[in-house]
């Protein structure tokens, strides 16, 4: 029997793009822009018919408000969303503690459908649009060796809505399709990890009577935790624990409000209602050869802390650039290897922190409610919060590094400084303070390079163009000069020296005047020998 024209595979136009996307939430869209900023052909599907409504994970920290400031949407996200300026804790709804943000660490709390109306709207000025009712059905040409060099393009079978198969060819795919990915599944790797035994819950709703506006407030309990937290538009979103199998309703919501959580409260006018489990997982590997995944494809955990989303848009900012750098044969294939151990180590660490955070909220025994209690009142008295609120914001983010030659040579102040609470160190972002002003960071315009930021002292003529003469070898890096004096306050470096910052703002590499030797040896192995171009 003849095949039809709907079901006969069509394959795509030549170079229509070099990568495909599956997964338009806010991974794939951040993916999908920093790729298309940086001249890459990018296509991106989803086998949804329409964008979700849904509120979904509302808190954006603020390493990931810097991304969106690279993006040039900063004001769409402040204008949509509203500030959370403290968290405070309860115990058979007394209050134990109450923790301030500073300015600087304050999250913006933004419902994700809004956040993804801002990056797809932001896409879409790049020249992209998400191909909607599309569902990959396999990867042909997968190399199960886990090489790049030397393999062929990674071929997608697709089904569109009307039921039409297509065969696609794409220079590198990026699963960024959810918990339930099928481009993982396709890898083959383990998703590791266990799920909570209790449900849990979320009811966003107007309310009657008063809650503030701009806190999260944590009410724990035998019986089981409450969450609540104000989002834009005077809605609130009221989060807990249920028994296994239990189904929420507004009506039992409001029964744990009053049993829980804040008087003289009452749930009116809802606007979301939904139950799930919760689990704490992640992948055993986060690429295959030619073939990646990001965002809930890779990891997925407890909301407590407000962190899932915001450590898939940091995937997907890592792994941009460096694709990017590999398909305009900037960088050699290599490079592409870093993502992998650099995200998942992130992905561990959150699965964990997240997964202390609920359990606390759970604890029914006596000595342990009166431990946690403890914990809580003593963070408060001795500001012990003030040095956890910079690793929620994303601040405290760093790549440890993996060579010698990312680091100053010798014992140095350099080494004892990176291993205090907040000082600066190889892997870390390099202070926005100095970048923005200095205009290495990615602007609305143009995305952001490699900066050699040469750290001087005085004139410093020699050290200065020692410093330029070696990295004028490798014209894809930007140098630029700041006086060592001034930017001591913010690096916490008083010598001469130097920055190797990577075009996602982390420090590649750090030196001082008499270590251009290692500077020599981290960019022949970010950009391949001078001269040679980045072949890999």
């Not at 999250?107 to 569902?135: D, F, H, W, Y």
């Not at 070696?470 to 890096?477: C, D, G, T």
Request: aromatic share 8%.
């Amino acid at each position: 029997m003849p095949t039809s024209s709907a079901s006969r595979p069509q394959p795509a136009p030549p170079d229509a793009h070099e990568v495909l996307i599956v997964g338009a939430g806010p991974s794939g869209m951040v993916a999908a822009c920093e790729l298309l900023r940086r001249g890459v052909r990018t296509r991106i599907i989803d086998r949804a018919p329409a964008p979700s409504p849904f509120p979904k994970a509302l808190l954006v920290w603020p390493r990931s408000i810097d991304l969106f400031e690279d993006l040039g949407v900063l004001g769409e996200l402040r204008d949509a969303g509203t500030q959370i300026n403290a968290f405070s804790y309860f115990s058979e709804r007394r209050l134990l503690a109450s923790f301030d943000f500073p300015q600087h660490l304050s999250p913006v709390c933004l419902p994700q459908n809004e956040t993804e109306r801002i990056l797809r709207e932001r896409m879409e000025s790049l020249g992209a649009k998400v191909e909607r009712g599309v569902r990959l059905l396999t990867l042909e040409g997968l190399d199960f060796s886990g090489r790049i060099e030397g393999t062929e393009d990674v071929t997608a079978v697709l089904e569109h809505e009307d039921g039409r198969i297509e065969r696609t060819r794409a220079r590198f795919v990026i699963g960024a399709d959810g918990a339930g990915s099928a481009v993982r599944g396709l890898l083959g790797g383990g998703f590791s990890g266990n799920t909570y035994e209790s449900a849990f819950a979320l009811v966003d709703t107007h309310i009657k009577g008063f809650l503030p506006p701009d806190q999260a407030l944590y009410y724990q309990s035998p019986a089981g935790a409450l969450v609540v937290v104000a989002l834009p538009g005077g809605v609130f979103r009221f989060f807990c624990s249920l028994p296994a199998g239990e189904k929420v309703t507004v009506e039992r919501m409001q029964q744990i409000v009053d049993e829980r959580g804040p008087a003289g409260v009452t749930l009116t006018d809802p606007v979301w209602v939904s139950d799930f489990r919760i689990h704490a997982r992640h992948a055993d590997e986060f690429q295959l050869g030619r073939v990646f995944i990001v965002g809930d494809a890779a990891h997925v955990h407890s909301p407590a802390g407000g962190q899932g989303l915001n450590t898939g848009i940091q995937d997907a900012h890592n792994l941009a650039w460096k694709m990017a750098s590999v398909l305009h044969e900037k960088a050699p294939s290599d490079v592409l290897r870093t993502y992998g151990p650099e995200r998942a180590a992130v992905a561990r660490r959150v699965v964990r922190d997240t997964d202390i955070q609920t359990r606390g909220w759970l604890v029914k025994h006596p000595t342990a409610v009166m431990a946690r209690d403890a914990a809580f009142r003593v963070a408060e008295r001795t500001g012990l919060f003030r040095l956890y609120a910079p690793v929620m914001a994303g601040r405290r983010l760093a790549y440890p590094a993996a060579r010698e030659t990312q680091l100053p040579a010798g014992r140095t102040s350099c080494h004892l400084r990176s291993r205090l609470p907040g000082g600066l160190t190889v892997g870390a972002v390099f202070p926005r303070s100095l970048s923005v002003p200095g205009g290495f960071v990615g602007t609305r315009e143009e995305p952001a390079g490699w900066t050699l930021v040469v750290t001087c002292r005085g004139e410093a003529a020699t050290w200065r163009e020692q410093a330029r003469a070696l990295v004028s070898a490798w014209p894809q890096v930007r140098a630029v000069d700041l006086s060592a004096r001034s930017a001591h306050t913010d690096t916490g470096c008083r010598q001469q020296g130097y920055y190797l910052v990577r075009p996602d703002g982390h420090i590649a590499a750090h030196g001082h005047a008499g270590d251009l030797d290692r500077l020599h040896s981290e960019l022949t192995r970010w950009f391949g020998p001078a001269g040679r171009g980045a072949t890999g």
